[in-house]
């Protein structure tokens, strides 16, 4: 969704976010929202994360699939997941609000972008912050 939204010229940033949730209905509230609007708004790239709440959320399950199976698929650092998934330092804004915002942890590549020249290509001009788009190298200009 990412690398199609930057070659549209619709750059995004977010996060996926881990929590509770309700749902009656058509009606459905989670704090996995709010946790990932916490983190969405303290990067300083285009990219998204995934927060310490969705990480736990995904040991947990790992755990659950070990001792139900022996063993679990569920591992980020299998190239498995190395189209989607990386482990690597995170562009922080320098004000930030959260209280853990850890140096490193695993974010989503956006699959088969890789474009040195994708600022240029993609971004539009009004968009096109220097900053973040140096930050976002990683995510858009190398494989």
């Given at each position: 969704?990412?690398?199609?939204?930057?070659?549209?010229?619709?750059?995004?940033?977010?996060?996926?976010?881990?929590?509770?949730?309700?749902k009656d209905g058509e009606v459905m509230v989670s704090t996995a929202l709010a946790d990932a609007a916490r983190y969405?708004?303290?990067?300083?790239?285009l990219g998204a994360v995934l927060t310490p709440d969705a990480l736990n959320i995904i040991e947990t399950a790992k755990k659950f699939e070990k001792r139900q199976k022996g063993e679990t698929r569920i591992e980020f650092s299998?190239?498995?997941?190395?189209?989607?998934?990386?482990?690597?330092?995170?562009?922080?804004?320098?004000?930030?609000?959260?209280?853990e915002r850890p140096a490193k942890?695993?974010?989503?590549?956006?699959f088969e972008m890789a474009d040195n020249d994708w600022s240029s290509k993609y971004l539009p001009t009004y968009f096109n912050d220097p900053e973040k788009v140096i930050?976002?190298?990683?995510?858009?200009?190398?494989?």
């Open positions: 969704m990412m690398a199609k939204a930057m070659r549209d010229g619709f750059p995004l940033r977010g996060a996926i976010g881990g929590g509770d949730f309700y969405e708004k303290e990067q300083e790239w299998s190239e498995r997941f190395n189209y989607y998934v990386r482990y690597g330092a995170i562009p922080w804004k320098k004000e930030g609000r959260l209280s942890t695993f974010y989503i590549k956006p930050n976002s190298h990683s995510l858009y200009g190398e494989k």
